[in-house]
């Protein structure tokens, strides 16, 4: 690998310890952009972030990234990757892992062991569960029967009309008056009232006679 032309790739590896929330949010800080920009970062596939770069400014992307939470690969600008992201000036002061150090240590996911010899396939059209068949709901029906088209099942009688006796009610002819109105009697009002002048006294009130009330046998007691 040269060290005149050298990307620096990732795929979405996340550090150990670091969510995906937070490697987003500090990548997208350190790129001075938002969330939604640095999606292909975490795809899952190859993504060169930055590309035809020097050995000690590879490293400076790869530190920083790491830093961030997302891990990184230095390779070849010969190897096809999809387009990098643009740069941001804050790798300047990205701090450096030591020379040759390996800085993705995730081990290896050990190869699952599972025991597929007592499963088989049944063939096409085979019935694998068994169920067991429901018993028929017995409804006695004994009371019950059908009859014949067109009768009558409702046997209720018809209701009995009133007899109301209306020989005694008569229409007036249109127009008449059929309240009799009994005469309002004449009322006689004796209409010789005169009206007194304004501040004429019109009844007279004897004068009332002063009371009388003996106070002799009362007395204030002593203070």
């Not at 790739?9 to 990548?27: M, Q, W």
């Not at 009371?143 to 005694?168: F, N």
Request: proline share 7%; no cysteine; aromatic share 2%.
């Amino acid at each position: 690998m040269s060290e005149e032309n050298i990307q620096v790739i990732v795929d979405g590896s996340l550090a150990e310890g670091v969510t995906a929330a937070e490697a987003k949010s500090r990548i997208a800080q350190l790129f001075k952009t938002s969330v939604d920009k640095i999606e292909p970062m975490f795809s899952g596939k190859p993504f060169a972030v930055k590309r035809e770069l020097d050995l000690e400014t590879a490293r400076k992307y790869q530190a920083a990234l790491l830093q961030a939470g997302l891990m990184a690969k230095l390779m070849a600008a010969t190897v096809p990757i999809v387009p990098p992201v643009a740069p941001s000036a804050a790798l300047q002061n990205a701090s450096l892992a030591a020379t040759g150090s390996d800085i993705d240590t995730t081990p290896a996911p050990a190869p699952l062991n599972i025991d597929t010899s007592a499963i088989s396939m049944a063939d096409a059209g085979i019935t694998i569960m068994e169920h067991a068949p429901v018993a028929a709901a017995v409804i006695d029906t004994s009371r019950l029967q059908v009859d014949q088209a067109g009768q009558t099942l409702d046997q209720t009688p018809a209701a009995v009309a009133p007899d109301i006796d209306t020989s005694r009610i008569s229409l007036a002819s249109v127009g008449e008056d059929v309240m009799d109105y009994l005469p309002i009697p004449e009322v006689d009002i004796d209409t010789n009232l005169t009206i007194a002048e304004a501040g004429i006294t019109i009844m007279e009130h004897k004068p009332v006679a002063p009371v009388q009330i003996d106070t002799s046998k009362i007395k204030l007691a002593d203070e």
